[in-house]
């Protein structure tokens, strides 16, 4: 069998590392064609030479002549700039990873769908931003989308694509982060080191923050929506602290089926990189008597507003799941700054939406410009916040 041609869009990240992790233990099932960063030469350089891909792009362009230096002489492109990191996408991949964070993902993403790539999306803000717009190429292109984000992974998993009409409901499960058992006075205080330092998942700081706020479920039930032929009032969220239930599928018999295991990325990037098929992966195996009980609970939407603006924007569609994107990732750098509070973050995206609603989106224009004037709004009620 041949090789197969991955890029990597976001490989310094998280998920990213994690890709390169299961990559090299199997050096022989796959030739890198492209890998990406934002901003981190060092560590894009360093993967760079270990997985030898064609091109290696940093989005910064101030990071340009850093890059050229660390790869002279090992034959590996380098280029810089966020239209190269879309032109990588669109490199003849037969597989990308779509790992970059926020709406910076979205050009980049769909460049590799509507191309046809296999595109395993970790990217959820392209999801929710332009979730129609996604989906459309993809079936345009006839590019599949298999979830890497570990609920939608689970549902994947699960989920009879070929009968939708007989599952009734679909259940998300969330860890509840960080502050799960704080009250609203100690949310109030909490600091960014405390909000990453998630008690299950290793991941990046932005979607720490927006696990700690409820956010990122938030933003997972557009995200089903989109992935899944299921209507917003068969979704619902359901909090598990262990992790180990990663998503359940209610079917209208009153048959549930859920994917359980480790919370361990690999896992659901192992299913998406060798999809149909399965492949053996180091992650810790699922040792239910040795973990004993598995609890589950109501979401708080009291101490938690975040989730409830997820599911008003996605009621009010067009445009609102992308201003309440935007208005997050300014809200949620802002607080890792230093420069709101922790509850500021749900009050400012509550706040933005309420000024701009769901402005139309029928293109990628008309989206990118809600993400603009979303982020402007919000930055001016933080600059308004602080002074
Ligand atoms: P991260 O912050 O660790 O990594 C983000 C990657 O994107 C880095 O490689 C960075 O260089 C790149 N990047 C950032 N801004 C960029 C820009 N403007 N242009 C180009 N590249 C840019 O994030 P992560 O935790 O790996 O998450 C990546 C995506 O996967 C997010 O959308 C997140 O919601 C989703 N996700 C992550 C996890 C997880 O366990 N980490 C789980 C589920 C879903
Ligand atoms: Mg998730």
Redesign the pocket.
Known sequence: MSARAITI????????RSTLDLVGRQPDRYRCLAL?????VDELAAAARRFRPELAVV?DERHYGALKDALAGTGIEAAAG?EA?TAAAALPADWVMA????A??LQ?TLAAVRRGATVAI????ALVCAGDIVTKAANDAGSRLLP???EHNAIYQVFDAERPERVSRVILTASGGPFRTFTLGQMQAVTPEQAVAHPV???????SV?SATLM?KG?EVIEAHHLFPVTPDQLEVLVHPQSVVHSLVEYVDGSVLAQLGTPD?RTPIAYTLAWPDRVATPCRRLDLAAIGQLSFEAPDTARFPALNLAWSALRAGAGAPAVLNAANEVAVQAFLDRRIGFLDIAAIVAEVLSRLGAPAVDDLGAVMAADQEARRVAAMLIEARRN
Request: proline share 2%; aromatic share 2%; charged share 10%.
């Open positions: 869009l976001g490989a310094t990240g998280s998920i990213g990406t960063a934002h901003s981190n989005a966020a990191v790992a970059i964070v926020g910076a993902g980049p970790a990217n959820k803000e890497v984000d570990s998942w290793s991941m990046g700081a932005k979607i927006d990122n933003l990325m």
